[in-house]
């Protein structure tokens, strides 16, 4: 099978929208989101039907709109927050990285750190609009940006991946 080899840095907006999406394919994360949408939808609904519950009370309907906006204001803003004290904090992440995908697995290097990933301990591996994510974990993924794969290489990685995964690939093409 082809192996390949992509060298990059994340600029901190570009590891932040891809945090976003790390987290907002996180189960819980939809739960909970989903959780405060339906709360603020049926507070809204006993409030204009006049339904005996505790939301009849504008000041505790507003109250019931404050859990889906603090979840979409958390979601939003956690990730700028994390990128920036991780950045500070972890020169690795804000260097330059090298990532070797071959049949071994993903092998990653960036300013004082390396590991590889073998393919049997990748959970999943999935490709958005912008980004390959590799996830070592439910809820934790390194980042490949797509803006460094050569268009051209794209169906041939695709490929490579799927065989390498299998149905732990989650590919757009």
Known sequence: MASFTFHFEL?????VRASRL????RPVIKSMLAGSVALG???TGAFVTGVAWPFQDASNLVLAWCIPVGVLAGLFLGPQVQVRALRRRNRTAAGAHVFSLTDAGLN???LGASA???????VEVFESRE?????FASSFAQVLP???VPQESLPSLRAALAHWV???????G
């Open 22 to 25: 790390i987290n907002l394919r």
């Open 146 to 148: 797509k803006r460094v």
């Open 166 to 172: 299998g149905k732990r690939w989650r590919g757009m």
């Open 41 to 43: 939808l049926a507070a």
């Open 11 to 15: 600029a901190t907006d570009e590891q």
């Open 116 to 122: 590889t990933l073998q393919w049997e301990n990748v």
């Open 108 to 110: 990653m290097s960036s």
């Open 131 to 135: 980004f390959i994510l590799f996830y």
